[in-house]
């Protein structure tokens, strides 16, 4: 059998028509056509009044957190059981960041942020809440405390376009959101990452700082530093053709993961991530926790059959990087860490690829 990837790109069709296009009009640098249409379907779809294409996720939290006058001294609270992506923006600004534990959700606490809240040194200005693995984090008791508090809300939403709380998009909760188009996510542009807000004036100030800071002049002249943020019209019409096969993305996700929950529920050692009440996540990829194997042992068996597979982010508190950091933690996305693993869940596997990777898991198990 041919190699089973983690989340391969899956392309619509379209692409190759709509970048033809691009070429046609030598509009292939920063900004065009399709950069104002992927924009604004991703503003139609998440219901987001307004949305900002960039080079990466990570640059939308960079702007995110300079809009929101984020600052050397500052502190910024975030989940810790993510990927570095999402709070190395923290750094860029000189802020401190820091870490808040998971819950039985695997996202973040609302019980440990409040906690992280009361005992941080000085008030926080803001934090970035990550939806990990497509799975909406308990965004309505996140979002009420960060209001209470007055704390900035900033939702990591690069893994989890589609995913809803209470019929609400993901990314739209918050004061900003940020989605990723990487090449393993839902939608994949190769690269890029759109910032979404419903503040007009926060995202007119992204989109200065995002194209170097240049004043409305006939010459170019900065009076603040700018960076070189923003996504090519050539990706952007990869981003609208993958927009129209969205949501047949998300049904694919969910069915691969209910092929493999059939596949491996009679397996004890087995558990799946859970999704919360009220919720449905676009399952970006099925992940599961192993009750005695070591994951590693499983990877490296089905790695030995062509099949690829990755162990759950290792946490930020526990990274060399931020030995020295706060950290609100009671051991939970440690013991995930250490005992789970992402399955192959790109949305082009066939029923007969999930069953297959499905009994290579039980040979290695049983």
Not at 63 to 91: H, K, N, W, Y
Not at 200 to 218: G, H, N, V, Y
Not at 233 to 254: F, P, S, Y
Request: charged fraction near 25%; charge should be negative; aromatic fraction near 10%.
């Amino acid at each position: 059998m041919k190699k089973i990837f983690l989340s391969p790109p899956h392309m619509s069709g379209k692409e190759q028509e709509y970048i033809a296009k691009v070429f046609e009009s030598n509009y292939i640098a920063p900004l065009g056509e399709f950069v104002d249409r992927f924009e604004e379907s991703i503003s139609n779809y998440t219901g987001s009044k307004y949305a900002l294409a960039l080079s990466s996720a990570t640059a939308g939290l960079h702007l995110a957190l300079r809009v929101l006058g984020v600052a050397q001294g500052d502190i910024v609270l975030a989940s810790s059981f993510t990927f570095i992506g999402s709070v190395s923006a923290i750094l860029y600004q000189n802020a401190t960041p820091v870490f808040i534990d998971s819950d039985e959700s695997w996202n973040l606490s609302p019980k440990l942020l409040k906690e992280a809240i009361t005992k941080s040194p000085k008030k926080p200005k803001a934090l970035i809440v990550t939806h990990l693995y497509g799975q909406m984090a308990k965004i309505d008791e996140i979002a009420q405390i960060c209001k209470d508090e007055g704390i900035y809300l900033i939702e990591d939403s690069a893994e989890s376009l589609g995913a809803t709380f209470e019929d609400k998009q993901s990314g739209t909760f918050g004061d900003m959101g940020v989605f990723s188009f990487n090449g393993n996510k839902i939608l994949s542009t190769s690269g890029g990452g759109m910032l979404v807000s419903h503040n007009k004036e926060w995202i007119d100030k992204a989109r200065f700082l995002s194209t170097q800071a240049k004043e409305d002049r006939a010459y170019y002249e900065h009076k603040e530093v700018g960076y070189n943020y923003r996504m090519s019209n050539v990706l952007a019409a990869i981003g609208v053709a993958q927009m129209e096969v969205l949501e047949d993305r998300v049904k694919r996700r969910r069915a691969i993961y209910e092929i493999y929950k059939q596949e491996l529920s009679g397996i004890d050692e087995i558990s799946f991530m859970p999704e919360i009440d009220n919720s449905k996540g676009n399952r970006w990829l099925t992940t599961i926790t192993l009750k005695d194997t070591n994951p590693y042992k499983v990877m490296d068996f089905l790695a030995s059959h062509h099949i690829e597979s990755r162990l759950l982010w290792k946490p930020m508190h526990l990274q060399p990087l931020f030995e020295d950091t706060l950290s609100f933690s009671d051991g939970t996305s440690q013991g995930l860490f250490e005992s789970g693993l992402c399955l192959p869940s790109g949305s082009s596997m066939s029923d007969e690829e999930i069953k297959y990777v499905s009994q290579k898991i039980k040979e290695v198990l049983i």
